[in-house]
């Protein structure tokens, strides 16, 4: 069975700062690796994605994330927040499976962002 | 192009009472899914629709819950004999088939059970 964890629940971080927001997963084969970010009161909005080939990946809003498989991480990533970056982001991930049709997400419990001015 | 709607957008019931939650998907988008989202928590799968296949209900917490999907596109969420636990934000997803399976998700509805 596929799982997500974020093992952070909340992340501060200065205006202009880096930031990262950590993801590890586990899947018995090959994954497929999404961030989400979650406005107040808004749906999920998608971020970025790893397939296959390059392990940074480069997102929305200046996001990009670096699929790590020997460490399992996905971690995503921005080098200077913005406060309008505070928000609630969500890693998923999708089990490659040959064959199979099922293209269910499996989510992390979401970390809150807070970028403060 | 039009994302996916959700309607209602609030909801509010009484325990025991049915409610329907509707799904528009993105057209031409073959597979459809509804999670529930609780305070505190991440996205709880709840079912999955690719075309004409059957469903993939695994994530249904109890038989009170069911979904259908008619002609391929719009889907109804069917909550019977509501229970206060029940209440969360019920969000709807389309994706292609192809490829990555990218979804792309609505606002979302937000019930409250009283």
């Known amino acids: 069975a596929q799982s997500v964890a974020q093992p952070e629940d909340q992340v501060n971080v200065a205006e202009g700062n880096p930031l990262t927001v950590k993801c590890t997963y586990s899947?018995?084969?090959?994954?497929?690796l999404f961030w989400y970010v979650q406005y107040p009161n808004r749906g999920l909005q998608f971020l970025l994605k790893?397939?296959?080939?390059?392990?940074l990946v480069k997102g929305s809003y200046g996001f990009e994330a670096e699929f790590n498989k020997s460490q399992t991480s996905f971690h995503l990533k921005k080098p200077s927040a913005l406060v309008s970056d505070s928000a609630l982001y969500f890693c998923?991930?999708?089990?490659?499976?040959?064959?199979?049709?099922?293209?269910?997400?499996?989510f992390g419990k979401g970390t809150k962002l807070s970028v403060i001015p | 192009g039009a994302g996916v709607s959700q309607s209602p957008s609030n909801k509010v019931t009484e325990k025991g009472k049915d409610v329907e939650l509707r799904c528009d998907p993105i057209?031409?988008?073959?597979?459809l899914y509804w999670y529930r989202q609780s305070l505190g928590q991440g996205l709880e799968f709840l079912i999955y629709?690719?075309?004409?296949?059957?469903?993939?209900k695994s994530g249904l917490p109890s038989d009170r819950f069911s979904a259908e999907r008619t002609g391929g596109s719009v889907s109804t969420l069917t909550i019977q004999r509501t229970q206060q636990e029940d209440s969360a934000v019920y969000l709807c997803?389309?994706?292609?088939?192809?490829?990555?399976?990218?979804?792309?998700f609505g606002p979302g509805t937000r019930l409250t059970v009283t």
């Open positions: 899947v018995s084969g090959n994954p497929y």
């Open positions: 057209s031409g988008h073959t597979a």
């Open positions: 629709f690719q075309g004409n296949s059957a469903p993939d």
């Open positions: 790893y397939i296959t080939g390059d392990n």
């Open positions: 998923a991930v999708r089990e490659i499976i040959p064959g199979a049709g099922s293209y269910q997400l499996t």
């Open positions: 997803a389309s994706s292609l088939k192809t490829g990555s399976g990218e979804q792309y």
